[in-house]
Each structure stands twice: as structure tokens, then as C-alpha cells.
């Protein structure tokens, strides 16, 4: 599938790690969640899903914060929103883990429930 500038706009629900930790969403729903990555400091996000059978990865979308500054090619201006998207495939109940990464160290994790009905 080709993705378009902003596709993320198309996540019917998204994760919220202290607040929902567990949400339904319909077959072929895509969802996301959304984290701060700023490479150049070694901030970054990554996930794991338990079953990709019923939910895969869909595609991630990043936001820079200041476009204008990575143009002019200033240091650190890379700062961003990341969103990840998953797809519900089929039916059934997973999770899916969004690690919050420093420096290629995982920091804290959120797992998730996700049931596709």
C-alpha cells in the first residue's frame, strides 16, 4: 500500500499508555500511537506485536517540529512527532508493546490489549 502525507490522519483510535491501556477496534481499523523522537539525542520509539496474524504494522508518518531549520541543515533541529500505525487484520485479541528508546536503550515500555471485533 502507498502511503500518502498524512495517513496517520486515518487511525480510527489512538494509543494512550496512561489512560487506555486496552482498546477494540473493528477488522481493518488502523490505530496508532504517537511519540516524541529526536535522533540526534538518541530519543527514539520502536514496538513489538505478539500476533501479527491479527495486527501488523501499517506504517509510520514523522512530524519535524521545525522543517525549516532541518532544511538549513541546523544541528538538532530534528526533533519530531512519530506515529506509528498498526492494522487490525482478523478477529481475535494481541498486544502490542511501544518501547520508548535512549541512546539504543530501552527506557520504559507501554503494553497494550488489543481486541479486534
Do not use: W
Not at 538518541?42 to 506485536?49: N, S
Request: glycine share 6%.
Amino acid at each position: 500500500m502507498k502511503q500518502t502525507k498524512n495517513d496517520y490522519k486515518k487511525c480510527s483510535k489512538t494509543l494512550h499508555p496512561l489512560s487506555q491501556m486496552a482498546i477494540t477496534v473493528a477488522k481493518n481499523d488502523v490505530f496508532c500511537y504517537e511519540g516524541t523522537v529526536h535522533a540526534s539525542v538518541g530519543i527514539a520509539i520502536g514496538y513489538e506485536i505478539k500476533n501479527n496474524e491479527i495486527v501488523k504494522f501499517h506504517h509510520d508518518e514523522t512530524l519535524y517540529k521545525n522543517k525549516e531549520a532541518i532544511k538549513k541543515g541546523v544541528t538538532g533541529a530534528d526533533e519530531a512527532t512519530k506515529i506509528l500505525a498498526f492494522q487490525a487484520l482478523i478477529i481475535g485479541e494481541t498486544e502490542v508493546t511501544i518501547q520508548e528508546v535512549f541512546r539504543g536503550e530501552v527506557r520504559r515500555s507501554y503494553t497494550f490489549k488489543i481486541t479486534v471485533k
